[in-house]
């Protein structure tokens, strides 16, 4: 049989005061005198007495926990992401609450209502959709400090945190013009998104800034995962397209892409450059091993945490946006467009593609 564990009622009829004064005293909140103070010293080592820090936490409205929503833990992207917030808040003294959204926007109003309510002190919350004011509202009215981390939720007051994916797009996309490509393909994300906005807009930058006739020949544009990638690649090849490079907007739509590239044969990078954007995937090990925009993202986690735990203390960062630098791994898969060198169209799909599709995968 395990020993009765001593409670502060325990201490504080022994050393015949109240509950409160006890409480107070252990807590530096109370000055007594000294024969009191000395009577509870003496029935807190009578009876063994060890605080409870979280009911001292939640006395004080605080419960040193913070929480952490993300879209998928099973995408190694967000699982990196959690990876990284869990370290930080553990070495600032805090715990996590993981949720998973499933990528469902309903789901992320639903976790912001439910945290709101909760014993978490603060929310760091990453979205996987475009908002139309339904994130917003309530993520403003959020009793709890919120940090919004990798994509942006317009609108919202509090600190921001992302990767800088214009420059992403900047960097990929004037590395392939310095490799001689004037026809680009982008594989992106949702269209409405803040990052697929800003990682089309840094090839846009870098095309006006190369003084070269470059064209994006073809934008395709749905959810970040591998059934939009392998639709992209499918529309891509059956159009015909005659671009000679590639920037696929993260490795979640590579996976798909390459699936469907390895099937029609195409081989990389004499008949196709490619980049990718993430560089969490082991694309390292392929062959050839894929050239990248490698995001910070263990630098973001741990950003996040710090300024949620900052605000939580009381800075007013509410119009912090941290922007975090981004950078262009360079490996196999872009070489110099080869003249003569045209992609074959899919044997399964012969349908004309057209430019600027939103694709339903």
């Given at each position: 049989m395990?020993?009765?564990?001593?409670?502060?009622?325990?201490?504080?009829?022994?050393?015949?005061?109240?509950?409160?004064?006890?409480?107070?005293?252990?807590?530096?909140?109370?000055?007594?005198?000294?024969?009191?103070?000395?009577?509870?010293?003496r029935?807190?080592?009578?009876?063994?007495?060890?605080?409870?820090?979280?009911?001292?936490?939640?006395?004080?409205?605080r419960?040193?926990?913070?929480?952490?929503?993300?879209?998928?833990?099973?995408?190694?992207?967000?699982?990196?992401?959690?990876?990284?917030?869990?370290?930080?808040?553990?070495?600032?003294?805090?715990?996590?609450?993981?949720?998973?959204?499933?990528?469902?926007?309903?789901?992320?109003?639903?976790?912001?209502a439910?945290?709101?309510?909760?014993?978490?002190?603060?929310?760091?919350?990453?979205?996987?959709?475009?908002?139309?004011?339904?994130?917003?509202?309530?993520?403003?009215?959020?009793?709890?400090?919120?940090?919004?981390?990798?994509e942006?939720?317009?609108?919202?007051?509090?600190?921001?945190?992302?990767?800088?994916?214009?420059?992403?797009?900047?960097?990929?996309?004037?590395?392939?013009i310095?490799?001689?490509?004037?026809?680009?393909?982008?594989?992106?994300?949702?269209?409405?998104?803040?990052?697929?906005?800003?990682?089309?807009?840094?090839?846009?930058?870098?095309?006006?800034?190369?003084?070269?006739?470059?064209?994006?020949?073809?934008?395709?544009?749905?959810?970040?995962?591998?059934e939009?990638?392998?639709?992209?690649?499918?529309?891509?090849?059956?159009?015909?397209?005659?671009?000679?490079?590639?920037?696929?907007?993260?490795?979640?739509?590579?996976?798909?892409?390459?699936?469907?590239?390895?099937?029609?044969?195409?081989?990389?990078?004499?008949?196709?450059?490619?980049?990718?954007?993430?560089?969490?995937?082991?694309?390292?090990?392929?062959?050839?091993?894929?050239?990248?925009?490698?995001?910070?993202?263990?630098?973001?986690?741990?950003?996040?945490?710090?300024?949620?735990?900052?605000?939580?203390?009381?800075e007013?960062?509410?119009?912090?946006?941290?922007?975090?630098?981004?950078?262009?791994?360079?490996?196999?898969?872009?070489?110099?467009?080869?003249?003569?060198?045209?992609?074959?169209?899919?044997?399964?799909?012969?349908?004309?593609?057209?430019?600027?599709?939103?694709?339903?995968?």
């Amino acid at each position: 049989m395990s020993a009765k564990v001593s409670r502060l009622s325990d201490v504080a009829r022994t050393a015949e005061v109240s509950v409160a004064t006890v409480s107070r005293f252990l807590n530096n909140r109370l000055q007594l005198p000294e024969e009191t103070a000395a009577r509870i010293r003496r029935a807190v080592a009578e009876h063994e007495y060890t605080p409870n820090p979280h009911a001292r936490n939640l006395s004080l409205g605080r419960s040193e926990t913070i929480a952490l929503v993300v879209p998928d833990i099973a995408n190694p992207y967000f699982a990196r992401l959690a990876a990284a917030v869990e370290r930080e808040a553990g070495q600032q003294g805090y715990a996590l609450t993981l949720c998973a959204s499933l990528n469902t926007l309903q789901r992320e109003r639903e976790y912001i209502a439910r945290l709101s309510g909760s014993a978490v002190d603060g929310i760091i919350f990453v979205s996987n959709h475009a908002d139309d004011g339904t994130l917003r509202d309530p993520i403003n009215a959020s009793s709890r400090r919120v940090v919004i981390l990798d994509e942006d939720v317009g609108g919202v007051v509090g600190p921001r945190v992302f990767s800088d994916n214009e420059l992403g797009g900047y960097l990929a996309g004037r590395h392939l013009i310095e490799m001689g490509h004037r026809s680009i393909a982008f594989f992106g994300g949702p269209q409405a998104m803040r990052s697929t906005e800003a990682r089309l807009a840094g090839i846009r930058r870098a095309i006006a800034e190369s003084n070269q006739h470059v064209v994006i020949r073809d934008e395709f544009f749905g959810a970040y995962s591998p059934e939009h990638g392998r639709a992209c690649a499918s529309r891509f090849l059956s159009s015909g397209s005659e671009a000679t490079a590639l920037l696929v907007s993260s490795d979640e739509i590579m996976i798909g892409a390459l699936e469907i590239f390895r099937r029609e044969g195409i081989r990389l990078p004499s008949q196709l450059s490619v980049i990718g954007f993430d560089d969490i995937a082991p694309f390292v090990l392929f062959d050839p091993p894929l050239t990248s925009i490698r995001q910070p993202v263990e630098m973001m986690g741990r950003r996040a945490v710090d300024l949620l735990i900052r605000s939580l203390r009381g800075e007013d960062l509410d119009r912090v946006i941290e922007y975090l630098p981004v950078e262009l791994i360079l490996r196999g898969s872009v070489s110099h467009p080869r003249a003569g060198k045209r992609l074959p169209p899919s044997a399964d799909n012969q349908k004309e593609g057209n430019e600027h599709d939103e694709i339903d995968a």
